[in-house]
């Protein structure tokens, strides 16, 4: 395959910067507050290249020609994956689908996907039979593929979901939401200046990684079932949103946002339950305060796997390591 004219790739930046500019970044509400029994999924859209992402420095570094070279690897990437694996695209739009579909059909909400775009509702008999539908769910699959934070970390699979639940009628939004899964925070906050407000999901425990591109070519069926898994993964959290599941919803972005605070800041978030301080760094040393899972501490210094830290009320006391979140870590239940 040819590698995409710069001209080419020149226009769909230039396009894309255009189209940043106007987009409107709305407040996102994951969780629906009243419960919506006819549901109508528009054809779900999304882009037409696999996402075959590695973080890279040096072509970050070199501006507007670095991001022309990245656009054309990416590219490249995906049409090479795609000739060892398939139309990819097309098979996760699927499965996102259906899995959705079923996860709603088990928590006893009403869906249909007629294969309509989203603005073919809106247009001659068909807006007259709007009236007949609860509303409408709007759904762009974006960055999907396989996602690499820096040049020396595993290709993980991805996927960037923004969805809205509107009413037909008043085109009021009653749910929308824009996560993450299996992208790094890092890039994720890039997005956010782009896309607005997104929210990160944990990465799935046991999900499959590989050390290269190469690895990925030479795995296809394996490597694209862990991404079909990571596809179904977004779509069970979606009907759960959609199903009004905030305490769900609430959790399991807390245990992201935790993470993102440890890797951007010295805090600590104990990870269980009555947690031990004590006056010096030693199993044996005399408890001086005891606190619950989710306080967060800052830490001061560190001596093998013991940590000076802040309390917070100010106090100061060591603690062991092992009672704190760690970054790569979800909070246990």
């Keep these: 395959m040819k590698l995409i004219s710069i ?10 910067a255009l189209c940043s500019c106007g987009v409107t970044k709305k407040p996102l509400q994951p969780v629906l507050e009243k419960r919506v029994q006819n549901i109508e999924i528009a054809k779900i859209e999304t882009g037409n290249v696999l996402m075959i992402q590695q973080v890279n420095p040096v072509i970050l570094a070199m501006g507007s020609t670095g991001q022309l070279l990245d656009t054309a690897i990416v590219a490249q990437r995906a049409h090479e994956y795609k000739q060892a694996a398939g139309p ?14 079923k996860a709603l059909a088990r928590k006893g909400i009403a869906a249909n996907s007629s294969g309509k775009r989203y603005w073919d509702y809106y247009k001659g008999k068909q807006k007259e039979q709007n009236g007949n539908i ?11 593929g396989f996602w690499s934070r820096s040049m020396v970390d595993a290709y993980r699979p991805s996927i960037l979901v923004m969805a809205e639940l509107i009413e037909p009628g008043s085109r009021k939004v009653l749910y929308s939401d824009s996560f993450t899964l299996g992208i790094d925070m890092t890039s994720t906050k890039v997005m956010m200046a782009l896309y607005g407000e997104i929210n990160m999901l944990p990465a799935p425990r046991n999900s499959k ?3 290269s591109f190469a690895k990925l070519v030479k795995n296809p069926e ?8 990571t596809v179904s993964a977004a779509a069970r959290h979606m009907a759960k949103g959609l199903n009004g599941e905030g305490r769900f919803i609430a959790k399991t972005y807390a245990k992201t946002a935790a993470q993102v605070q440890i890797a951007t800041s010295n ?8 947690a031990r301080t004590r006056k010096a760094p030693s199993i044996r040393s005399q408890i001086l305060y005891k606190v619950n899972k989710g306080h967060v501490m800052t830490q001061m210094q560190k001596k093998g796997e013991w940590l000076y830290v802040r309390l917070e009320n100010g106090k100061k006391a060591w603690a062991h390591q092992s009672i704190f979140l760690k ?3 979800t909070i246990i239940n």
């Design 7 to 16: 001209k080419r790739l020149s226009l769909c930046l230039v396009i894309l």
């Design 88 to 101: 990819v695209n097309q098979m996760c739009t699927e499965m996102f689908e259906k899995s959705l579909l």
């Design 134 to 144: 609860g509303a409408i769910l709007r759904i762009e699959l974006k960055n999907v």
């Design 209 to 211: 990684s590989y050390k």
């Design 222 to 229: 394996q490597s694209r079932n862990a991404l079909l898994k």
């Design 267 to 274: 805090d600590l978030i104990v990870n269980v339950y009555n």
């Design 327 to 329: 970054q790569d870590e």
